[in-house]
């Protein structure tokens, strides 16, 4: 009889309801195998071991109320899980927390409604702190079983991370789920999309997006041009540069010192130093004096940095002609600065160094 009972009462434990559908979450649940995949993927946290116990302690309290108690958990203790996940298996549970909190509303509660785009946010936050990329990818997904609102704050996260990590391929990833699941580009999406593909040094990809950008009706933010325009006149791409002056003076009159030195390049590119020279004295007559602080060292950089920059992306046999007219059109546009009495000392050594070095 002793052993029937126990028998019953193993029976019983295999049976209940926690059990089963814990059973079921780690062998069919689309989230843990998920899971169980992203730790193979690159840029993820790959650390093997258990949860962290705050995260865990909350998990077990949420599903112990949705479960056991068919009760919906205070959104507090959601709010304080998300904070809270540091490493991927925090992410796994936050992640299947969401889903049978989504699948509770919709069930018990008749609510058919997404949680709001704030907790997405933070969700897609969380997982980046994490290094739960792949997670982070999964929050954008306007189709999912998390009930998860993606938006493009959301995005964010992911292509800031890329930023610091000057990760192009995330990047491009990121990008296109933005497409994929229409969420809106904004100025600030550009600035980090730029940022990226300058610290990379990809002429391409950056012109790949600004055309989707501009096509959206994006109108991008000074810091945005600025980088645009800098880059192709590092290129010494004058078609592109030009283009992209008129659309940012379609946008907005005033120059920055950034842009305004980038007119002046292209001038000089195009063997006009005094269209050159005159751009640089009509930006600084333009500038407030809180903003010519920098107007030195932006000439020096023109002098000093720019023709090697310029020079490196050009053709091996066009590169020789092009040392020499920008010597002699620098100086030109430095002297003719100097008869319109600005203060044009800056330094030329670099020319003659700059130009033994490339030939």
């Known amino acids: 009889m002793q052993v029937v009972s126990n028998a019953r009462r193993a029976s019983r434990l295999l049976l209940s309801p926690l059990l089963r559908s814990d059973y079921r979450r780690v062998s069919t649940d689309p989230i843990h195998c998920f899971s169980s995949m992203a730790f193979y993927s690159s840029g993820v946290d790959t650390v093997q071991g258990a949860p962290t116990a705050d995260v865990k302690e909350l998990y077990d309290k949420m599903i112990d109320c949705v479960k056991v108690k068919r009760s919906m958990p205070p959104n507090a203790w959601l709010w304080s899980m998300i904070a809270n996940c540091k490493h991927q298996h925090d992410i796994s549970l936050l992640f299947d927390i969401l889903q049978n909190l989504r699948r509770f509303r919709l069930s018990n509660l008749r609510i058919h409604d997404n949680f709001n785009c704030n907790l997405c946010r933070e969700v897609a936050k969380a997982c980046v702190h994490a290094g739960a990329l792949d997670f982070g990818k999964k929050a954008l997904w306007k189709h999912n079983v998390f009930g998860l609102t993606p938006n493009i704050a959301s995005a964010h996260h992911l292509l800031l991370y890329a930023k610091n990590q000057n990760d192009t391929k995330l990047l491009v990833e990121v990008m296109k789920l933005i497409k994929r699941n229409d969420l809106p ?6 600035d980090i999309v730029f940022s990226i593909c300058w610290n990379t040094d990809d002429w391409e990809l950056i012109n790949k997006y ?150």
Do not use: Y
Not at 185 to 190: D, M, N, R, S, V
Not at 238 to 257: A, F, G, N, V, Y
């Open 210 to 359: 600004a055309k989707r950008f501009v096509k959206a009706g994006v109108k991008l933010r000074q810091t945005s041009f600025e980088t645009w325009m800098n880059f192709a006149a590092k290129r010494g791409d004058m078609e592109s540069l030009w283009k992209i002056e008129k659309l940012r003076s379609d946008l907005m009159k005033p120059h920055t010192l950034a842009t305004g030195f980038s007119c002046a390049k292209g001038h000089l590119l195009e063997r006009n130093p005094s269209n050159a020279a005159a751009v640089i004295q009509a930006l600084n007559q333009s500038l407030s004096d809180a903003k010519k602080s920098g107007f030195k060292g932006e000439l020096q950089k023109l002098v000093s940095e720019w023709p090697l920059e310029v020079i490196k992306h050009q053709k091996e046999e066009d590169r020789k002609v092009l040392t020499v007219s920008l010597k002699s059109d620098i100086l030109a546009m430095v002297n003719e600065l100097l008869s319109m009495g600005l203060d044009a000392n800056v330094s030329l050594e670099d020319l003659d160094k700059k130009e033994n070095v490339l030939q």
């Open 185 to 190: 580009l904004q100025p600030g999406t550009a």
